[in-house]
């Protein structure tokens, strides 16, 4: 089987809600040293974002849209402290991580995070349904180099401008980068905040993280 039949047959399984499908998959991946980012990115991640169309256009209800995100949660904490075990010992930066208050999407948030640490950055995962000034006090308590804010929801997308207020109003915008993440988030949002970037994938996010070093 190529690597992208294997993928496919990944997203199939997060798709038709087959827990012990996907748990063999994600097994099976780390038996064989495949490349995990790419498992849970192109297989994985592809599998729920279909969930999450089938529940847009009325195909599913939340309880297969809540058991999709649960299946796709387990692989992941088998999959993660994989991705982890390739750290390198120096430390890149440091950097604050969480999913903005009202908002409990926190599996691309995780992966971006694990990412993160696999390339060497000491990372501080809040969590998800964080208030912004709970994520300023943290970057400014763990002096962090870098502030990494998800949103998900359209609603929620505005604390994301929160933090810019905040850092703001403290006299600290030049103190730290602030990029973005979360399917809604573009270009355009990001500039209207002022904020220093933002990523669609955890690939992306490591490549937005290390352009900073040095500035
Ligand atoms: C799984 C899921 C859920 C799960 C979340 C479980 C969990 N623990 O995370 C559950 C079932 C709980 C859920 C709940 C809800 N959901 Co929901 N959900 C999704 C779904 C299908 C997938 C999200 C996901 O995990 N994607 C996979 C990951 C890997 O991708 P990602 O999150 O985009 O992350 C990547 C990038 O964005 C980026 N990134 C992410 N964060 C960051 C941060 C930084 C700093 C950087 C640089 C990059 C970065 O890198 C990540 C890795 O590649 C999306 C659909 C979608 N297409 O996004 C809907 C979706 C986000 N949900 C939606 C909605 C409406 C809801 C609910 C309101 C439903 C309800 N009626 O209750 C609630 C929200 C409750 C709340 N207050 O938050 C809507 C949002 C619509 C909108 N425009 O606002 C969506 C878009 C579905 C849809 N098509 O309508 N959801």
Redesign the pocket.
């Known amino acids: 089987m190529s690597n992208e039949d294997f993928y496919n047959e990944i997203s199939m399984a997060i798709v038709d809600l087959e827990e012990e499908k996907a748990v063999e998959y994600a097994k099976k991946a780390i038996k064989e040293n495949m490349n995990l980012l790419d498992v849970v990115?192109k297989g994985f991640?592809a599998g729920?974002?279909k969930?999450?169309?089938l529940?847009?256009e009325g195909d599913f209800f939340?309880p297969e849209?809540?058991r999709g995100?649960q299946i796709m949660?387990n692989c992941l904490d088998l999959l993660m402290p994989h991705l982890k075990s390739e750290s390198e010992k120096i430390t890149q930066g440091i950097v604050v991580?969480a999913t903005i208050e009202?908002?409990?999407?926190?599996?691309?948030?995780t992966?971006?995070a694990t990412m993160l640490r696999a390339y060497g950055y000491e990372v501080y995962d809040l969590g998800a349904d964080v208030p912004a000034e709970k994520i300023v006090d943290k970057a400014i308590e763990n002096k962090a180099d870098i502030i990494?804010?998800?949103a998900?929801?359209?609603?929620t997308m505005i604390g994301q401008k929160k933090i810019i207020n905040i850092l703001k109003e403290k006299g600290l915008e030049n103190k730290f980068k602030v990029?973005?993440?979360?399917?809604?988030v573009t270009n355009t949002w990001v500039k209207e905040c002022n904020a220093d970037g933002?990523?669609?994938?955890?690939i992306d996010?490591v490549k937005?993280v290390k352009s900073f070093q040095g500035k």
């Open positions: 990115e991640a729920i974002r969930v999450g169309e529940w847009e939340l849209l809540m995100a949660q991580i009202g908002d409990i999407h926190s599996i691309g948030k992966i971006v990494g804010v998800s998900l929801l359209t609603t990029i973005f993440g979360g399917a809604p933002f990523a669609e994938n955890a996010a937005l």
